[in-house]
């Protein structure tokens, strides 16, 4: 599938439930969002715990996005309605394309001051 969009690239190892936490932020964003693990053919909710375990997963803004990019792959219709994102070892990625790479790059910050929130909490 022929993805596109724009990158937002966050450097560092992923603190714990990482995956849990980025799906929580967008459901504040998309209130009907689903999440595809990268090695699934369907989908899961946003509450599904095995979110925790994904590395490599797709949220659709709603089950009808999920249709379409599965159909139809990008489509000027429906390219804002995916967000695809890649934990590795030592970056978190985001791949996302129109008003959602803001949405991504104010996730990404999230995220940044999560990590850095329970470092400082480890630390004492």
């Not at 459901?27 to 946003?46: I, M, N, P, Y």
């Amino acid at each position: 599938m022929e993805i596109g969009g724009t990158d937002v690239v966050i450097d560092g190892e992923g603190a714990p439930g990482e995956s849990l936490f980025i799906v929580s932020c967008l459901c504040a964003h998309w209130e009907d969002l689903v999440v595809q693990d990268a090695e699934a053919d369907s989908t899961v909710s946003a509450r599904d715990p095995a979110i925790g375990a994904m590395r490599e997963f797709f949220v659709y803004r709603d089950p009808e996005s999920f249709d379409s990019w599965s159909k139809n792959g990008a489509t000027p219709d429906n390219m804002g309605a995916m967000i695809h994102v890649l934990l590795g070892d030592r970056t978190t990625t985001f791949v996302a394309d129109g008003a959602q790479v803001e949405v991504v790059r104010a996730l990404g910050r999230t995220v940044i001051a999560r990590r850095e929130s329970l470092c400082g909490r480890r630390m004492v």
